[in-house]
C-alpha cells in the first residue's frame, strides 16, 4: 500500500516561511491536496492538485510537488497558521493521507 | 454552498454496529462528478479513510482494506444522504468520525461535516 511520510512538527518565526515536506514514492506523478486542521476542527482544504487555492485560502498558502516530494509553503507565517497540516493522494482507489505535520509560530 | 450534516450516537458497546449518517445540502448524493467518503480520526491512527459511495450511470463502493470486512457505505437518494455501518466494535474504533464530499476529477476533499466522537466502551 502507497504510504505519505511527514515530519512531525516544523516551527516558524512569525512573518517568516515555513515548508512542510509530504514523502511519497513518485509522489511527483500524482495530485497531491493538503489539508489545514485546527483543534476541535474538522480538516479545511488548503491546496487542491498540487499547488491550487480553493477560494478563501490566502495567497500566503501555496504548494509544489516533483519527484517524490511535495511541498506545502506558507509565508508570511501568522499566529493563526498554527494547526496541523495533512497532504493526501489517492492511490488507484484507495485514498491516503500523510500523518500530518503540526506547525508551530514563534 | 455545500453542507454535511452528521448524525448518530457518540457511544457504542463492542460488539455492536455503529451506525452514522451524513445529510447533503447543495449538492445530490446521485452527483456524477462527486464522491462521498466516511473519514476517522485517533491519536494512534490519525486521518484514516474508511471507504467511499458514488455515482457514474451506476453505484459504487470502495472500502480500505483495514476495515473491508466490516464496513458498509450506503446511499439514501430519497434523502439526500448516506450513511456508514461499521460492525464488530472494539475500542480501537473510538475516533473521531468525519463525512466528505471529494471532488471527482482531481479527489480533493473539499466539504466535511462536522464530526462525530465515537466512544466504543461498555
Known amino acids: 500500500s502507497y504510504e505519505l511520510t511527514q515530519p512531525l512538527s516544523v516551527s516558524v518565526a512569525l512573518g517568516q516561511t515555513a515548508r512542510i515536506p509530504c514523502g511519497g514514492n513518485?509522489?511527483?506523478?500524482?495530485?497531491v491536496h493538503w489539508y489545514q486542521q485546527k483543534p476541535g476542527q474538522a480538516p479545511v482544504l488548503v491546496i487542491y492538485?498540487?499547488?491550487n487555492r480553493p477560494s478563501g485560502i490566502p495567497e500566503r498558502f501555496s504548494g509544489s510537488n516533483s519527484g517524490n516530494t511535495a511541498t506545502l509553503t506558507i509565508s508570511r507565517a501568522q499566529a493563526g497558521d498554527e494547526a496541523d497540516y495533512y497532504c493526501?493522494?489517492?492511490?488507484?482507489?484507495?485514498?491516503?493521507f500523510g500523518p500530518g505535520t503540526k506547525v508551530t509560530v514563534l | 454552498q455545500v453542507q454535511l450534516q452528521q448524525s448518530g450516537p457518540g457511544l457504542v458497546k463492542p460488539s455492536q454496529t455503529l451506525s452514522l449518517t451524513c445529510a447533503i445540502s447543495?449538492?445530490?448524493?446521485?452527483?456524477?462528478?462527486?464522491?462521498w467518503s466516511w473519514i476517522r480520526q485517533s491519536p494512534s491512527r490519525g486521518l484514516e479513510w474508511l471507504g467511499r459511495?458514488?455515482?457514474?450511470?451506476?453505484?459504487?463502493?470502495d472500502y480500505a482494506v483495514s476495515v473491508k470486512s466490516r464496513i458498509s457505505i450506503n446511499p439514501d437518494t430519497s434523502k439526500n444522504q448516506f450513511s456508514l455501518q461499521l460492525n464488530s466494535l472494539t475500542p480501537e474504533d473510538t475516533a473521531v468520525y468525519y463525512c466528505?464530499?471529494?471532488?471527482?476529477?482531481?479527489?480533493?476533499?473539499?466539504?466535511w461535516g462536522q464530526g462525530t466522537l465515537v466512544t466504543v466502551s461498555s
Open positions: 459511495t458514488y455515482y457514474r450511470s451506476k453505484w459504487y463502493n
Open positions: 447543495g449538492d445530490n448524493v446521485s452527483s456524477n462528478s462527486a464522491t
Open positions: 466528505a464530499r471529494g471532488e471527482g476529477a482531481t479527489g480533493k476533499l473539499d466539504y
Open positions: 513518485n509522489i511527483g506523478i500524482k495530485n
Open positions: 493526501q493522494v489517492w492511490d488507484n482507489r484507495f485514498c491516503v
Open positions: 492538485r498540487d499547488n
